[in-house]
């Protein structure tokens, strides 16, 4: 089998996740497959999109197409997947108007024509139904041999609330600098720690601040005592994947979040971690992690249980695997 992925970049966090890392056990089991970006100009689109019917399979990571574009891709192609993990249909988080008619459109005009659809969360993949049976959930999946738990917990030093991401989502965060605050004149021996490309000050709680980077993400996750994931409610972090949460859980630390779309079916509130859907709900949960050693071990554990059992390369590459033998094996094709 010859599977095409095409993909932005091979630095894209989703990219990783949701293409990179399967590739070593998709070609273990016997699959031909490429890389291949997508491109700028019409010569080298083109030049491209005819050869994907020497591939058995185009597999498209997020990408939204013209219906122009994608109808010539649609002709020269055999079988497409599309793999997606942001509500990708939608305007990000802050716009005045979340609904776009030109990301809808060509969202509608793609679904209907793919032969399989790969969705990130149930919010997405319900946003998929409205035009495509064929629709599964893989959920944004950790590669545990990566992640060695956290040892060292604090039982008297300081607590590190942490918070590892992009810039592009560091604005959840700093809606939370009042609570932090109000935390700190608590327990000033709590500190906020951000990982990330672009980074914020509080007036009266120390912040660490380190420069994201491949190498040392594990050490810096293993580094925090609390691991956050702040969202808005709103149709954009509907879509949102979780990844942070299942990063903190893959070293065992317990985590505080918004019960915003699949952050509801990692965290179980109480029971492998805490909700806040307010000021007072993060100071809350927050305060009782930082008060509790033991329960930060329990949650923690519980954390990284969870991802053992749904979230883990281990348990999703055999699903992905199956879904692209049954795209080659299913006789016709969308048009």
């Known amino acids: ?25 998709l070609k273990k089991h016997g699959l031909d497959v490429t890389l291949h970006f997508y491109q700028r100009t019409w010569v080298d689109k083109l030049k491209f999109y005819n050869t994907l ?16 574009e994608f109808w010539y ?9 599309y793999d997606f993990d942001d509500a990708l249909m939608y305007r990000s988080s802050g716009s005045g108007n979340p609904h776009s008619f030109s990301r809808r459109l060509k969202f509608a005009y793609m679904m209907k024509r793919i032969d399989f659809v790969i969705a990130g969360n149930q919010f997405l993949k319900s946003e998929t139904l409205r035009y495509n ?15 060695n738990l956290k040892e060292r917990f604090h039982r008297d030093g300081p607590i590190t ?31 906020l720690k951000i990982v990330c490309d672009d980074f914020f000050d509080l007036p009266n709680m120390p912040v660490i601040k380190k420069r994201w980077s491949l190498e040392e993400e594990v050490e810096d ?5 609390i691991g956050v994931m702040p969202l808005t409610h709103d149709l954009w972090s509907q879509g949102k994947c979780g990844l942070k949460i299942l990063q903190y859980y893959s070293v065992g630390l317990a985590v505080v979040c918004s019960p915003v779309g699949v952050n509801k079916d990692i965290v179980k509130d109480r029971e ?16 009782e992690l930082i008060k509790n050693e033991a329960s930060r071990r329990t949650l923690g554990d519980k954390g990284r249980t969870t991802v053992e059992g749904s979230y883990s390369l281990e348990v999703n590459a055999p ?16 048009n």
């Open 53 to 68: 019917g020497d591939h058995d399979i185009l597999y498209i990571h997020r990408k939204l197409f013209s219906p122009l």
């Open 73 to 81: 891709i649609r002709n020269k192609a055999n079988k497409i997947i």
């Open 161 to 191: 609330i942490g918070w590892l991401g992009s810039s592009s989502t560091l604005k959840y965060l700093q809606d939370l600098s009042p609570v932090f605050e109000d935390l700190f004149k608590i327990f000033p021996n709590t500190r």
């Open 133 to 147: 049976p064929h629709v599964e959930v893989i959920p944004t999946s950790i590669d545990l041999s990566r992640y």
């Open 221 to 225: 996750l293993k580094s925090f005592d």
């Open 319 to 334: 699903r992905l695997l199956d879904i692209l033998r049954k795209a080659v094996e299913k006789e016709e094709k969308r």
């Open 272 to 287: 492998n971690g805490f909700w806040a859907q307010n000021q007072d709900e993060w100071k809350y949960g927050l305060a």
């Open 1 to 25: 089998m010859k599977v095409a992925f095409l993909i932005h970049s091979l630095e894209v966090n989703s990219c990783r996740y949701r293409v990179l890392q399967y590739l070593p056990y």
